[in-house]
């Protein structure tokens, strides 16, 4: 079993920027990969960026060149800066970790983009 809690979502501005935060615990020697998905009213969730233990990057093309994804120390965190934010980024995003044939997810935190 995997629990991920993440943070740090919020209202921010068109250009601006925010760091979300997901924190695994649980059986978490056996995470590889960690991911960030998100999904807007109306719309199906997709997937934004993955990291390998091993760092191995994948993003999705809307975020290239504007978004990071990152691993903590410990590996047990992943983190996504999100910088020159558009208001086509508003929607919730959630943390993901695939693990023995199964999706875990976490509760998911609200990202708003509008002026």
């Known amino acids: 079993q995997v629990h991920l809690v993440e943070s740090g979502g919020g209202l921010v501005q068109p250009g601006g920027s925010l760091r979300l935060s997901c924190a695994a615990s649980g059986s978490i020697f056996s995470i590889n990969t960690m991911g960030w998905y998100r999904q807007a009213p109306g719309k199906e969730r997709e997937l934004v960026a993955t990291i390998t233990r091993g760092g191995s990057t994948n993003l999705a093309d809307s975020v290239k060149g504007r978004f990071t994804i990152s691993r903590g120390n410990v590996k047990n965190t992943v983190y996504l800066q999100m910088n020159s934010l558009k208001p086509e980024d508003t929607a919730v995003y959630y943390c993901?970790?695939?693990?023995?044939?199964?999706?875990?997810w976490g509760q998911g935190t609200q990202v708003t983009v509008s002026s």
């Open positions: 993901d970790v695939p693990l023995w044939g199964l999706d875990y």
